[in-house]
T-cell receptor
Framework: GQQLNQSPQSMFIQEGEDVSMNCTSS?????WLWYKQDPGEGPVLLIA?????ELTSNGRLTAQFGITRKDSFLNISASIPSDVGIYFC????????????FGKGTKLTVNP | GAVVSQHPSRVICKSGTSVKIECRSL??????MFWYRQFPKKSLMLMAT?????????EQGVEKDKFLINHASLTLSTLTVTSAHPEDSSFYIC????????????FGPGTRLTVL
């Protein structure tokens, strides 16, 4: 089936450091979404990307829709303890249905 | 904006009983809602796509007679787990897509189901 490869699987960083994670696919996407999920909660939308090359920021978060339309990255600058959680990328394949395909998540731990 | 609620947030039931979970879009209309199941430390697994006014579309391997979905209005979809068994214990999450949205899905807070 269609899959996204999300990396890294987990990250352990110090407060104040920058973080980068990415997702790749073998197929072309027309939508990339980044979500954060806290334990016992539903995913919260962080950034939505709709065009190749699009670079969008949301506070300390920045995400880009890759030019090839097969990848996306999420950067977090100056991490803080509340950034802890699991980050998921999700996307919709070009010509596909309304369904989203999800990455397996990146678990972020921030040490104070 | 784009708030989705779920009720209940937690439910414990006895094996053999049925449980209904509600998903509501609070400040937007959603012709399409989605139901996911999430196992511990795993990603979201799509169970079915719920379309207002029509039958839900189930993913392969999901029993439609066990997981009944009803999307009666543009703001409400319900998932009923019928004759629940312990293996149905899981975290169930719904999402909703705006009518005008660009396929962006907004998620509810999830429902933790425990079947004894």
């Amino acid at each position: 089936g269609q899959q996204l490869n999300q990396s890294p699987q987990s990250m352990f960083i110090q407060e104040g450091e920058d973080v980068s994670m990415n997702c790749t696919s073998s197929s072309i996407f027309n939508t990339w979404l980044w979500y954060k999920q806290d334990p016992g909660e539903g995913p919260v939308l962080l950034i939505a990307l709709y065009k190749a090359g699009e670079l969008t920021s949301n506070g300390r978060l920045t995400a880009q829709f890759g030019i090839t339309r097969k990848d996306s990255f999420l950067n977090i600058s100056a991490s803080i303890p509340s950034d802890v959680g699991i980050y998921f990328c999700a996307g919709r394949f070009q010509g596909g249905s309304e369904k989203l395909v999800f990455g397996k998540g990146t678990k972020l731990t921030v040490n104070p | 904006g784009a708030v989705v609620s779920q009720h209940p947030s937690r439910v414990i039931c006895k094996s053999g009983t049925s449980v209904k979970i509600e998903c509501r879009s609070l400040d937007f209309q959603a012709t399409t809602m989605f139901w996911y199941r999430q196992f511990p430390k795993k990603s979201l697994m799509l169970m079915a796509t719920s379309n207002e006014g029509s039958k839900a579309t189930y993913e392969q391997g999901v029993e439609k007679d066990k997981f009944l979905i009803n999307h009666a209005s543009l703001t409400l979809s319900t998932l009923t787990v019928t004759s629940a068994h312990p293996e149905d214990s899981s975290f169930y999450i719904c999402s909703a897509r705006e009518i005008q949205g660009l396929y962006t899905q907004y998620f509810g807070p999830g429902t933790r189901l425990t079947v004894l």
